[in-house]
């Protein structure tokens, strides 16, 4: 697979925001920039308690349904999570695992998003794992020791083939919610490392077609910069995603042919 194959995908997070009837509306609002936008996959993920509701909502257009986290066991005492065959039933096709927040506020481990993982490849969702550094981590130049100590925990153990279909968001900590987007060139700096490391860890073959997205702070205003880089192949969009005008514009983001 050569760069060329990897697809761009935008994914929007909506966290814990949007009732049923916002979720419509803006489900309502970006069909029309996702189906227009060739060759771009767009996902969002919207808080479960709408996932039913968007699912449905989704179905049969281009726009494919995820849910931003899912548990590894397929049934029992788990109060408050989410199995993947639950999430299936209802049409969704992806999960977003390991977010930062999932690991800063709710004791996500290496462990538990690498098991997470598991069962969404399993059932077939889409997993968008998310790897990212805290300030503090890149003030102490720590971040590469970070990124690859999340990354072989989550992936360890798995076979290339069964990784063939996952997406690594890279999600610098300090650039979530903050409006402190990462330069294009620290973006592409990281993916650039996540790729070599999944190179020399699994396969060439899988990281050259490995999606890594790139998430925090992106906006309509700063999309184009940061896709133009050569190893970014999509964003993960938290606060921007929330609104159609924003979010379609990042969906049909531009950018410009090589010279
Ligand atoms: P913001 O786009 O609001 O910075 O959030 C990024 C994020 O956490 C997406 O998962």
């Not at 494919?64 to 989410?82: D, L, M, P, Y």
Request: one cysteine or more; glycine letters at 10%.
């Amino acid at each position: 697979m050569t760069s060329n194959q990897r697809r761009p995908l935008i994914a929007g997070n909506w966290k814990m925001n949007l009732d049923l009837a916002g979720a419509k509306a803006l489900v309502a609002g970006i069909q029309e920039a996702a189906s227009r936008a060739d060759g771009v996959e767009t996902v969002i993920a919207p808080p479960f308690t709408s996932l039913a509701v968007v699912a449905q909502a989704v179905k049969g257009t281009k726009i494919r349904c995820a849910s931003q986290n899912v548990h590894w066991a397929e049934n029992g005492a788990f109060t408050g999570e989410c199995a993947a065959a639950s999430l299936k039933e209802l049409g969704v096709e992806s999960a977003i695992i390991g977010h930062s927040e999932r690991r800063q506020h709710f004791g996500e481990t290496d462990k538990s998003v690498h098991d997470r993982l598991g069962a969404a490849l399993k059932a077939g969702l889409l997993p968008i794992v998310c790897i990212g550094e805290s300030l503090d981590e890149r003030e102490a130049q720590e971040t590469w020791r970070v990124l690859e100590t999340q990354m072989k925990g989550a992936l360890e153990g798995f076979a290339p083939t069964d990784l063939s279909v996952l997406v690594i968001a890279y999600e610098p900590v300090w650039a979530i919610g903050t409006g402190k987007v990462a330069t294009p060139a620290q973006a592409q700096e990281a993916h650039l490392f996540i790729r070599k490391k999944v190179a020399s860890l699994y396969s060439e073959e899988l990281a050259t077609g490995l999606r890594i997205l790139y998430g925090g702070s992106v906006k309509p205003d700063n999309v184009d910069e940061l896709m133009s880089q050569p190893d970014v192949d999509g964003a993960l969009v938290g606060g921007a995603s929330l609104k159609a005008d924003g979010f379609s514009r990042i969906i049909g983001f531009q950018v410009p042919a090589a010279s």
